[in-house]
């Protein structure tokens, strides 16, 4: 019997993928580079399942069904053009091949061009869910060759985490590096969710004075209400869990941040396609700072600031705490679908944003019940320009205001370092100004560069230039047009 998907890359994630697709009826063929893991995997977790193990290339392309489904669970890079290489020279016109790493969009545009110059076909997709969720149902967002879609559908919706009325966290997201970059967003997010928590945390430690037990029971709280989420649930668990001799274990981990780079891909991909991603940027910047361990300890030495003392009421402080985190994320999510919006346009995409929000509703990593309401934002109006402006989120946003200012004045007066929660609420005071001081920044590049500038009383797109000294010509730069 031949195998209706082959998995190359035995490593965590794509063992657990192999075992979702065999649970799910699937007969799945696997092959490692190390022979070892194939004849270990076998042998252990695999054993008496329908899963067979080859010990080549040559045997692994044969055990597959045509047109062949090769999925690539391999570290993202080189790696993927390696095993690209090693396998479709024995690949037939039609086969499938899927990449189902954390590759960057923009080598898997190039990926899919190559691969279908060559008459095969390419999908790169996103897979979300950690470990646990490639076993029990991950989030999955692919993209690529549009005519691959009809064959991997079914596996990929079978193994795919579901939410209300069944539905399969995985649709089709669009051509050729969509899915990843997608998926790359979503990463994104998670750096903007996961440093907004990390804020909270820090608000409660530092400045209401609170141990690892009483912020253990506001997270359980917290995740009973709106801001229910996988994140704010293992947050809970964490700081309830003891290390050996019964002290908070969080607090003996050392305080700096690891990446794997798709947080700054991010990051770069807005600043290339003109989108301020204040939050998701902040999220990468405070990992950064965070890695700079020996130079904050020396300089907490000698630079000086005020010492945190809160004199308030904290279950008030922490109601509005509340508030400000949920406001937060708005920011966060909307900037992230903003960016999408206008990637989707330089990138030629027709991205679904509400099918996007609720393939991130279940299985992957930013899962939460906002989600839901992402996708009724979409749902009740596919072109809106940004969440901000959905009524459900401009109310929940605008009754947050009071709180989330109360909570930033009183960060910042003690002390307290907020860089995520500063910039999502600066982000909201900048979109909602009609007048910003551009005006005189546009002046300032006329001035040093004779960059020109547009008048409020001409018509867009005429531009000029002013003779500041009296000493200038006529001689002009090119204009930038926005």
């Excluded at 082959?6 to 699937?26: D, Q, R, W």
């Excluded at 252990?44 to 290339?57: D, E, F, N, P, Q």
């Excluded at 050729?176 to 998670?190: L, P, R, S, T, Y």
């Amino acid at each position: 019997m031949k195998a209706d998907i082959g998995i190359v890359g035995l490593a965590v994630m794509g063992e657990n993928l192999v075992l979702n697709m065999e649970s799910k009826g699937f007969t799945v063929s696997v092959f490692n580079r190390s022979v070892e893991k194939v004849d270990k995997f076998v042998e252990g977790r695999a054993k008496g399942k329908t899963i067979v193990g080859t010990r080549s290339v040559e045997e692994f392309v044969k055990s597959l069904n045509t047109p062949r489904n090769v999925m690539l669970m391999v570290k993202a890079g080189k790696p993927v053009d390696e095993f690209i290489d090693l396998i479709a020279p024995h690949l037939e016109k039609g086969d499938i091949v899927i990449d189902g790493g954390n590759s960057y969009f923009v080598d898997t545009i190039r990926r899919t061009k190559k691969l279908e110059a060559m008459g095969l076909r390419y999908i790169g997709t996103g897979v979300s869910g950690g470990e646990e969720g490639a076993l029990r149902g991950p989030s999955i967002m692919p993209g690529g060759s549009a005519d691959a879609w009809p064959h991997v559908k079914p596996i990929f919706q079978s193994i795919a985490a579901k939410v209300e009325g069944n539905v399969p966290c995985c649709d089709w997201v669009g051509s050729d590096g969509a899915g990843h970059f997608v998926k790359m967003v979503h990463n994104g997010i998670e750096y903007g969710d996961m440093q907004l928590i990390c804020e909270s945390y820090q608000m409660m430690r530092d400045l209401l004075g609170m141990t690892a037990d009483e912020m253990h029971e506001v997270f359980k709280e917290w995740n009973t209400g709106e801001l229910d989420s996988y994140l704010i649930e293992i947050t809970r668990d964490i700081l309830g869990y003891k290390d050996k001799d019964g002290s908070p274990l969080v607090e003996n981990i050392l305080d700096t941040a690891g990446q794997k780079g798709t947080g700054k891909w991010t990051s770069v991909t807005s600043l290339d396609v003109g989108v301020p991603l204040t939050l998701i940027s902040e999220a990468v910047f405070a990992r950064c700072l965070s890695a700079m361990k020996e130079e904050r300890v020396a300089a907490s030495k000698v630079l000086n600031g005020p010492k945190p003392s809160f004199e308030g009421e904290r279950k008030t402080f922490l109601a509005d705490l509340q508030k400000a985190l949920y406001a937060s994320k708005i920011v966060s999510y909307a900037q992230g679908f903003v960016l999408m919006k206008y990637a989707a346009e330089e990138f030629k995409w027709n991205l679904n944003y509400g099918s996007i929000a609720l393939m991130w509703r279940g299985g992957c990593i930013i899962r939460s019940v906002f989600l839901g309401k992402i996708k009724e934002a979409f749902d009740r109006n596919p072109d809106l320009a940004n969440l901000l402006l959905d009524p459900f989120f401009k109310e929940k946003i605008e009754s947050s205001q009071r709180a989330w200012r109360r909570v930033l004045a009183t960060a910042i007066e003690n002390g307290i370092w907020v860089p995520a929660f500063a910039t999502a609420l600066n982000y909201f005071d900048g979109y909602r100004t009609a007048r910003l001081p551009a005006n005189l920044l546009q002046a300032q590049r006329d001035y040093f560069g004779a960059h020109l500038y547009e008048r409020i009383d001409m018509p867009r797109g005429q531009f000029f230039h002013t003779n500041w000294t009296g000493r200038g010509g006529d001689t002009v730069s090119t204009a930038y047009v926005v």
